[in-house]
């Protein structure tokens, strides 16, 4: 099949938007003989005008070829094997050009249509047809500095249109992470999906319980972090895979009287403004987000059984969180700072004494506090809560003492008593 070669003076790419890492890259490959090209997102976000998060290469090379040329690379990967050419913290991806399974090939490892291993090598028609949607199949030639074009994915970005190549059914079946990815990209260029497309969600969304738990909590830093949060959770929502990610929320979702949607929308939003300020935005708190409402809805029932507040919020949290990792599996490291937050739901009411005090100095305290607003803006009756703490830690050490007493109007400060000496 021929492509279509889109030449230098007809596209918007230039090399001075690339960065000088991919650029060394694609230089050593072509001199040493290899095919080299730009391609993916990269390739599709200069052509939309907008800057890449990240510069891919696709080459002839294998990735043992690459590894030869680049002293600074790595191979990772087993499903996918690929080369990392890192330039102190920037990585330039190198994937070799894939091509389709074919009987016998050790490398290419399928079950029930699913991809389990990829790693059998071909050309670069065979590479384009390989990739999931026309935006994406589009090549940028460090030889001549040309666009190759073999699926239609100039005309698609005229169009703002989210196509499949191929057969969406086979595509789907391969991996079916590509229906997230598919929203990914509709949340995140703000296009329309292909009909074909659209009806695969329904058909298809179920296997996304195949997917292996490990590979999901990449796919949410993914949907989640790239600053479209309100946007992909409402793609998910409409098309029926939230309840595939986070069943406990799903749930909640059809049957509250809205809190549920509010607070996710929330904190959502909130997550997307910080990306969008360039602040630092953390898994734990977005997860913790995710699943609070089904952890207030059991800790609600665990205080009917006489459990104390906090005491509710941790056993919530613990089985909430046991039963979300069968779907997504969260680590460690996310998972006990989640819990922390939930926890200072319960000590940020109990401000008496010296405690408000302490719990300022605790590392918790301000994800704790940002959850407690974000309970209130989702329809808590919280506001005075809210406001005391707003308050308090703007406060000079003499307001907040008597904001202290205020709260504690019973106690009195106690001074400390002398000591008599003994007689000798």
């Known amino acids: 099949m021929q492509p279509e070669i889109i030449p230098r003076n007809a596209h918007a790419v230039s090399r001075a938007d690339i960065s000088e890492y991919a650029l060394k890259v694609l230089y050593r490959l072509k001199k040493a003989g290899f095919a080299a090209y730009l391609v993916g997102g990269g390739v599709r976000d200069l052509l939309l005008r907008h800057q890449p998060k990240d510069f891919d290469v ?33 990585i330039i991806e190198v994937a070799t050009f894939r091509a389709q399974h074919r009987d016998g090939d050790e490398d ?43 699926t239609g994915g100039m005309a698609d970005l005229a169009q703002q249109r989210l196509r499949m190549i191929g057969d969406p ?79 406990q929320t799903a749930e909640l979702l059809e049957t509250d009287d809205g809190y549920t949607r509010r607070f996710i929308e929330a904190g959502l939003a909130n997550t997307d403004r ?49 039963q979300q990792t069968r779907r997504i599996t969260i680590p460690k490291r996310f998972t ?3 819990k922390e937050t939930w926890q200072m739901q319960a000590r940020l009411v109990k401000r008496q004494g010296k405690r408000a005090v302490r719990l300022l100095e605790q590392s918790r305290f301000r994800a704790g506090y940002d959850f407690l607003l974000l309970r209130k803006q989702a329809g808590e009756p919280l506001d005075e809560l809210c406001e005391w703490w707003t308050e308090f830690q703007q406060a000079d050490e003499k307001i907040q003492r008597e904001m202290l007493q205020a709260v504690s109007p019973g106690t009195k400060s106690k001074r400390g008593r002398r000591r008599r000496k003994k007689r000798t």
């Open 336 to 338: 006990l700072p989640m």
């Open 274 to 322: 910080r990306i969008q300020d360039e602040k630092p935005v953390t898994p734990f708190f977005l997860f913790g987000v995710l699943l609070w409402p089904p952890v207030q809805q059991q800790a609600a029932l665990l205080r009917e059984q006489e459990e104390s507040e906090l005491q509710a919020l941790y056993q919530a949290g613990r089985d909430v969180v046991q």
């Open 169 to 247: 059914d086979v595509r789907i079946q391969e991996d079916p992470v590509r229906l997230l990815r598919a929203l990914r990209f509709a949340a995140k260029l703000d296009f329309s999906l292909d009909s074909e497309l659209e009806a695969m969600f329904a058909r298809h969304g179920e296997r996304l319980l195949d997917v292996p738990p490990a590979r999901l909590f990449e796919e949410m830093l993914k949907l989640f972090m790239s600053g479209q949060a309100v946007q992909t959770f409402e793609l998910l929502l409409k098309y029926g895979l939230f309840q595939f990610l986070f069943p």
């Open 58 to 90: 696709a080459t002839d090379a294998t990735p043992e070829d690459v590894k030869k040329l680049f002293r600074n690379c790595r191979l990772i990967g087993r499903r996918f094997r690929l080369a990392h050419v890192h330039f102190g913290r920037d």
């Open 108 to 150: 290419g490892v399928m079950t029930d249509g699913m991809i389990l291993r990829d790693n059998v090598f071909g050309s670069l028609e065979e590479d384009a047809f390989r990739r999931d949607f026309t935006v994406n199949a589009l090549y940028y030639n460090i030889e001549d500095f040309s666009i190759v074009d073999y």
